[in-house]
């Protein structure tokens, strides 16, 4: 299995741009180019969904195939992202939870955006899998939402 920094490291030379050139169409340094073709988790940390996209993009990669190694299999027939919100708000009502107490919870603030999907998107990678572990939901599946 390749990490994100194989894939991206391969699909640049594939389409023979230097990092440099990769970095002016990301709009990020040579160096957090270097970063996220050597550290795996420079993607997940510091890349919200945006930018995955317009890097799957500049490289001709499938967001899909690129994020996700496996199938993504729906979780609890969740597959809108209004089904997502109705989710989270039964969540909250079977944990007694508030919205405060569950991005307290989470350690990522989401709930201002989690029915836009275009401010959603901003969020890094590992937001997005640290919701899905507080909801016991498949990461790959909740970030495919909003892909």
Excluded at 94 to 118: S, T, Y
Aim: glycine share 2%.
């Amino acid at each position: 299995m390749a990490t994100y920094g194989e894939k991206i490291s391969s699909a640049r030379i594939k389409k023979n741009l230097s990092s440099e050139e990769l970095a002016i169409q990301l709009q990020i340094s040579d160096m957090a180019v270097y970063d996220l073709e050597h550290y795996n988790d420079e993607l997940e940390l510091f890349l919200d969904i945006n930018a995955v996209c317009k890097l799957c993009e500049i490289l001709d990669m499938d967001k899909n195939q690129f994020l996700f190694e496996d199938e993504i299999i729906s979780f609890h027939n969740i597959d809108t992202i209004d089904k997502f919100s109705a989710f989270v708000t039964s969540y909250l009502r079977q944990n007694n939870l508030d919205w405060e107490a569950l991005e307290n919870k989470i350690g990522w603030e989401f709930i201002a955006f989690i029915n836009d999907r275009d401010k959603i998107r901003n969020l890094p990678i590992l937001a997005f899998k640290e919701m899905a572990n507080v909801f016991s939901l498949d990461w790959q599946a909740l970030v495919s939402l909003y892909l």
